[in-house]
């Protein structure tokens, strides 16, 4: 993962989890959550430490923009992601960009909350 930039270190970062990848990224079963990331929220960071310490190999990728095509965001795959909760934990608290839903949820309105189609109103407290 390269190197943050400076000031944007987040609390801990020490102490990031090394990604463990899997013997296969085919999971077994459903998961009861997804990790939803707002493309709102996520743009213009590219800090990816959601990518650095997902688990899960290429569950986590960049993609254009839906608002700014020539920029990235982060998008999360819901057919391999399953629901460790390490990205939400470590996308910095400042940026705020992924939460945790439900399975069913998510995969009943799919499109609306993948990155390139997104268009839900995720809950923030
Ligand atoms: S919840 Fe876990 S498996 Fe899913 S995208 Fe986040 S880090 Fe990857
Ligand atoms: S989702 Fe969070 S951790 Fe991932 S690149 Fe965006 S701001 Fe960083």
Redesign the pocket.
Known sequence: MPAPPPGKLPKDYDKLPVPQPQATSVRKRDPKLLAV??PV???G???????AVCPVPDC?TLVPDPQAPTLH??SVNYDTCIGCMA?EK???DD????RMLPFAQVIKDREAYETPTFSVDIPYE
Not at 46 to 51: H, L, R, S
Not at 95 to 98: E, G, L, M, V
């Open positions: 990331i707002d929220k996520c743009f960071r590219g800090c990816e430490y959601c990518i986590i965001v982060c990205c470590w996308c910095p940026y705020d960009a992924i």
